[in-house]
């Protein structure tokens, strides 16, 4: 089976070392060394003004709402993976949809002004697959209204949009360390701030809201990040170049085996770097699942990211209409994420590629 996707397997000299100082020193959570370690390192990287860590890139965005005081009404798209309409419900506020972009596939800053009423009080965008949402028109809107902005950048670790970090953008930006993620620490997630004030309450709230031994000033949660997750994390972090390198590889192959292949479009992000999340073809309505039935035949497990709508869900307790939003409706049933990643191989892609011509020509 050729998965969707595969995670970096760190190391396991590299990781012994680093859990045998975690058994040495009896240190496994709450702020261990390893935590901080992988911290500095990430907001090195990422350039980041300020970073947290946290054990998931669900738990970000609802810490990250929940900081900015964000309970009534939020502004945000349903063509993305469940978490991020949950993280909203989790946080206490109300997930208001609009549509996406019929190119980019992010919310479309143009739908996001008639959304907004007296309860609005965020912008909850999604840079999905790395493609990067309007983030000058929606930062023009929230000023203009008083919004906060928070995007998930669950698909979008370490990239850059015209050439500025992309965590640069919005009061914080989310991430997810999943395994399924390129920079991955087994379960895992950050949330970036771009502001000290944020910052600090993030890190109360993200212990229980204790400031010191006897003083609880928040009613905060658990989403430390555990020592081992975050040994997991450094021993990745050395493998992360190489990855993103066969990434990059096996993007031009995908993009020469399948071009020419009557109606595939592909999604990527312009004036941005690539960040190795996934790769992503658009296919008509009427072909979508047959294609991935074909390539399941073969062994080949693409994946419907993201299917259904997350306003499609019954269980939400508010009724949305998918007609609202007709363009993350049709893209619902139009996406297919191909395998992604250093497993993939040049036989892998022949094989796909003369899968899609078959389905699709
Ligand atoms: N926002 C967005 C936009 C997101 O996409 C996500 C997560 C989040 C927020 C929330 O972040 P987290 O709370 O998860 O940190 C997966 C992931 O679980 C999820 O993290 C991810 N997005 C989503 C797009 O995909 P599934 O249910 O599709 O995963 P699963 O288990 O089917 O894995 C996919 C394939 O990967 C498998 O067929 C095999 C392979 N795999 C998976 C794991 C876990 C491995 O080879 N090894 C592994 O350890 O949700």
């Known amino acids: 089976m050729l998965f969707v996707a595969r995670p970096i397997a760190p190391d396991l000299e590299t990781l012994s070392r680093y859990l045998k100082g975690c058994i040495e020193q009896r240190r496994f959570t709450n702020g261990g060394p390893l935590e901080a370690t992988l911290e500095l390192r990430l907001r090195e990287l990422l350039s980041a003004r300020h970073l947290c860590l946290v054990t998931n890139g669900t738990v970000a965005i609802t810490l990250a709402l929940t900081a900015l005081g964000i309970r009534g009404q939020v502004i945000t798209t349903p063509f993305t993976f469940s978490a991020t309409t949950h993280a909203i419900i989790h946080a206490g506020a109300e997930e208001v949809f609009v549509d996406v972009d019929p190119v ?12 907004i009423t007296p309860e609005t009080e965020a912008i909850v965008g999604v840079h999905v697959y790395g493609i ?71 890190r109360l709230l993200r212990n229980f ?69 996934y790769f992503i073809i658009y296919v008509p309505v009427s072909k979508r699942d047959e294609l991935q039935n074909q390539l399941r035949q073969s062994g080949i497990l693409a994946r419907r990211y993201f299917y259904p709508l997350t306003s499609e869900g019954a269980y939400l307790g508010r009724q949305h209409d998918h007609r609202a939003t007709p363009i993350a ?33």
Not at 104 to 115: F, G, Q, R, S, V
Not at 178 to 186: C, P, R, S, V
Not at 227 to 247: I, P, T, W
Not at 332 to 339: D, E, T
């Open 132 to 202: 990067p949402c309007a983030v000058d028109e929606i930062s023009a809107i929230a000023k203009k209204h008083g919004l906060a902005v928070i995007y998930d950048g669950a698909h979008a670790f370490n990239m850059t949009y015209r050439g500025t970090p992309i965590g640069r953008f919005g009061d914080a930006t989310t991430y997810s360390f999943h395994a399924t993620k390129l920079f991955h620490t087994a379960e895992g997630g950050a949330i970036e701030a771009n502001s000290s004030d944020l910052a600090e309450r993030l």
């Open 209 to 277: 809201g204790i400031e010191s031994e006897d003083v609880i000033t928040a009613c905060g949660t658990n989403a430390k990040m555990s020592e081992v997750s975050a040994a997991v994390g450094l021993a990745v972090l050395d493998l992360l170049g190489a990855e993103y390198d066969a990434r990059a590889k096996l993007r031009s192959l995908y993009s020469d085996a399948l071009k020419g292949i009557p109606d595939i479009r592909f999604l990527e992000a312009k004036e941005a770097s690539d960040a190795g999340s």
């Open 329 to 361: 409706f049709e893209a619902s049933r139009s996406v297919l994420a191909l395998p992604y990643h250093g497993g993939v191989t040049e036989q892998h892609v022949a094989l796909i590629a003369e899968i899609a011509r078959r389905v699709l020509g």
């Open 104 to 115: 980019t596939l992010t919310i479309d800053p143009k739908l996001i002004e008639a959304a």
